[in-house]
């Protein structure tokens, strides 16, 4: 790994975001809604409305309102949310920990659901229904499949909660990561309750990934196996397991890492219909609120947090690619 390398990458990641959140920044004056008559109210007077609109620099051609804005996001500040009057900024640090525990779990599950779906046609006969249930679920849409995941298993069996994230709203730790706080703090009840809470919606968001990254290794696998040095392995007496992951699973994961940098903006837009369904008060959950509510800096001010989050995993998969497969050049 070069510094070139990662100074190239840093500045066209701090380019992307300028050039994203100018274009999200004017597609603002396009959408008819009047921030100053949201933050004052209906009933304000129309003149009132109008000094607000001064006082917020509203009337001030685009690209000056652009330079304001950017001159505040270089100190970290990024405005104020029209619906809930406070620092963007603090709401994103509020919401954020919730968002990043159910993303984190959701990868958890679909990285693992994937090598098994890559896997286990490898190394076991049986392997077909499994590919198939988990091939349906991932085909779903992923408001339909979070819709039947409560349905069944909070509705009808009431074997799992389907809203929220613990059961104790008071809960609280250092890190806001709620599974992480309990194991910190030696909770075994508030370890099971906040993991019996993530594994719905989780799920709903591990099918597809696991069915996107597991097609993506299996058929890297079956290319893989095909080649001389598995042959030697084999000749070697290892057992096929250990062929597999030993051996194969290695070379074939480059392919599967470029499917996971997709799946990773691919799981963003569908945080936001799963923390809907869920009720889990996370930066989806935000955003979905602060469209209808037509407060559109805090929609600014999540969409450049969560392209920033991109951006910086699609980079650590690139370096990853590299340290796999030293063809790759950085």
């Known amino acids: 790994m070069t510094v070139s390398f990662l100074l190239r990458r840093a500045i066209g990641l701090v380019s992307v975001l300028l050039s994203m959140s100018f274009a999200v920044f004017c597609l603002q004056t396009l959408v008819p809604a009047d921030p100053a008559r949201a933050i004052a109210g209906p009933s304000t ?40 009057r406070k620092p963007i900024a603090d709401d994103i640090r509020r919401y954020l920990p919730a968002s990043l525990e159910l993303a984190v779990a959701a990868f958890i599950l679909g990285l693992t659901f994937a090598v098994a779906l890559a896997v286990l046609p490898l190394i076991m006969r049986a392997a077909g229904p499994i590919q198939l249930a988990f091939t349906a679920a991932g085909s779903l849409p992923i408001f339909m499949s979070a819709l039947l995941l409560a349905y069944v298993f909070w509705f009808r069996l009431g074997l799992l909660p389907g809203a929220g ?9 250092p890190t806001g990561l709620n599974v992480v706080d309990a194991v910190l703090a030696g909770n075994v009840p508030a370890i099971v309750d906040a993991l019996k809470h993530i ?23 079956r290319d893989v196996m095909q080649q001389q040095y598995i042959a030697t392995a084999r000749g070697k007496g290892l057992r096929e397991s250990s062929v597999v992951f030993r051996h194969a699973v290695r070379n074939a994961a480059p392919a599967a890492l470029a499917m996971v940098a997709l799946q990773v903006r691919l799981l963003f837009g569908n945080l936001l219909v799963v923390e809907l369904v869920f009720a889990w008060p996370g930066l989806g959950l935000y955003m979905v609120q602060s469209l209808g509510s037509a407060d559109l800096p805090a929609v600014l001010g999540v969409t450049l947090v969560l392209s920033a989050f991109y951006l910086a995993v699609s980079l650590l998969i690139e370096v990853s690619q590299s340290l796999i497969d030293q063809r790759i050049p950085i």
């Open 45 to 84: 007077p129309l003149a009132r409305v109008d000094e607000l609109r001064v006082e917020l620099g509203l009337n001030d051609p685009v690209i000056v309102q652009y330079g304001r804005f950017v001159t505040r996001l270089v100190h970290g500040d990024l405005g104020t949310s029209v619906r809930t």
């Open 165 to 173: 994230r613990m059961s104790d709203s008071n809960f609280a730790g």
């Open 199 to 221: 594994i719905l919606p989780a799920l709903a968001l591990a099918f597809p990934i696991a069915v996107a990254v597991g097609r993506t290794l299996g058929s890297s696998l």
